[in-house]
């Protein structure tokens, strides 16, 4: 039990990149840490610090333990934190990498709900389009849409949201209204990517329409920031553009046809997870199905 003990005030230290960190996190004095660490070097024979005056760094001995460790002391504490979990809600502070429109848009308002079930929780969200990596950044959870592209990311699928056309009034009333998607080559049509080929669908038939623009983008934020201006058709999933939908800045068009679902999916860097991530992750799969 020592040695993991000891395992533990390493990670954290590590994770700190100095023993003062370390020492605010852990409740342990510097001058313990230090120790600490100096025998658990002497036991194993290698170094794993190298420490300065103003910084310490990791040996490779030091990297290949830390690694090892990080994933022992974590199973280690979920294997408590789950029994304890049996009388008591989860705590601590969960952190979360999430797509800034869906976030805002659609996410927030679960977001305040589930705070509302679990108090114990606290919470750190970082709003960020980029992929994020679990095993080097400090996250719980990353909720992304669309396929997962880094396959050491463990993947859970919240939901598949079908995309639909959406323009604004003042676009229509100047440009007019599609009556079937091939009218969609002759409108101007926010994309991702200039020469886009939307695919709609409507029971058994299947369209697939070359869509042009003046603006290609790839933020979502400036998608529904454009088309409320008149700037032109976007192709998204109704959950980021609902107060648009609901200010009337925005309108369905051609609502019989749809596009293939986007996925939304939970990712996280393992299998193995705190009883705090595995409810959010639950209880977003829960709401996100029965939107």
């Known amino acids: 039990m020592e040695l993991l003990n000891d395992m533990a005030l390493f990670v954290e230290v590590v994770k700190a990149m100095s023993f003062r960190g370390a020492a605010e996190v852990t409740g342990v004095p510097n001058s313990t840490l230090s120790r600490r660490i100096s025998l658990l070097e002497k036991e194993i024979g290698l170094r794993l610090l190298h420490r300065t005056t103003r910084r310490i760094e990791l040996t ?72 994020v990596d679990l095993v080097s950044e400090p996250y719980d959870v990353a909720i992304r849409m669309g396929e997962p592209t880094n396959q050491n990311h463990i993947a859970r699928l919240l939901a598949a949201l079908p995309g639909q056309l959406y323009a604004s009034p003042g676009y229509l009333e100047k440009a007019g209204h ?73 309108v369905h068009i051609l609502p019989a046809w749809k596009g293939p679902p986007t996925p939304v999916y939970a990712l996280t860097e393992t299998r193995l997870l705190p009883a705090k991530t595995q409810r959010f992750i639950e209880f977003l799969r829960e709401k996100l199905e029965h939107r």
């Open 178 to 250: 599609p009556q079937h998607p091939s009218e969609l080559e002759q409108h101007q049509c926010i994309t991702f990517a200039r020469g886009k080929s939307w695919r709609l669908l409507r029971q058994n038939e299947t369209v697939d329409v070359q869509v042009s623009g003046r603006f290609s983008v790839n933020s979502v934020g400036m998608f529904r920031r454009l088309a409320t201006l008149d700037r032109g058709i976007v192709f998204l999933p109704e959950e980021v553009v609902l107060d648009d939908l609901a200010s009337g800045a925005l």
């Open 60 to 131: 490779e001995a030091g990297q290949l333990y830390y690694e090892r460790c990080r994933r022992i002391v974590d199973e280690a504490r979920l294997a408590h934190e789950q029994l304890g979990d049996m009388v008591a809600q989860p705590t601590g502070v969960l952190r979360a990498s999430l797509p800034v429109d869906f976030a805002v848009v659609y996410l927030a308002p679960l977001m305040s709900e589930f705070a509302e079930l679990y108090p114990g929780i606290d919470f750190e969200f970082d709003l960020t389009p980029r992929q």
